[in-house]
């Protein structure tokens, strides 16, 4: 009788970790979630970035054979 007693105290303390184990899941599945939503959102802005970037270089590159014409046409080139 000592062990049925025993054996159901031990029961009762498993039930209550895994009621405590299924709690902390239940809040971690939601916070997982927003977490996963924040870095796709920091990827979106990641390429956006890239893509502005990108932009800018062609925009450059074409400024700067621009200017080369301009220089050339002037006869300020030391060729």
Do not use: C, F
Request: without cysteine; proline residues 1%.
């Amino acid at each position: 009788m000592a062990t049925d007693n025993l054996v159901s105290e031990h029961l009762r303390a498993i039930r209550t970790d895994v009621a405590g184990v299924k709690a902390t899941l239940d809040e971690h599945g939601p916070r997982l979630s927003r977490i996963e939503q924040g870095i796709a959102g920091l990827r979106r802005e990641q390429a956006y970035d890239a893509e502005s970037t990108a932009h800018q270089s062609t925009r450059i590159d074409r400024l700067h054979q621009r200017i080369e014409r301009i220089e050339r046409r002037l006869g300020l080139t030391e060729e």
